[in-house]
């Protein structure tokens, strides 16, 4: 982002998402198992594939997350886990599955 003052540009503000501690472990031990990971997100694609990058992540879909998502419920299996333990999949401040 830039920041101006009477349309002069005076510095540089640069913002990253931070990860959470142990993301690229958990992502290497679903590596080790022979899983696949893909990452659903709602941020711009060239952000997305930078977190991604530093992740390992397999596979990122930045596209039509809340459709992704309603296709995953679809499937017995992953809404019978989500509804066994929903606070780990919920995100508070947007109310989404991640």
């Not at 982002?1 to 958990?26: Q, R």
């Amino acid at each position: 982002m830039l920041l101006a003052v009477d349309n002069k540009a005076i510095g540089i503000i640069a913002v990253a998402d931070t990860l959470k501690e142990h993301s690229a472990e958990a992502v290497e031990e679903l590596h080790k198992m022979g899983i696949e990971v893909a990452m659903l997100t709602g941020d711009n694609e060239r952000t997305a594939k930078a977190i991604a990058k530093r992740l390992g992540i397999d596979e990122v879909l930045p596209k039509d997350k809340a459709e992704e998502i309603k296709r995953l419920f679809a499937i017995p299996d992953c809404k019978k886990i989500f509804e066994q333990n929903p606070e780990k999949y919920i995100k508070e401040e947007k109310g989404c599955c991640h």
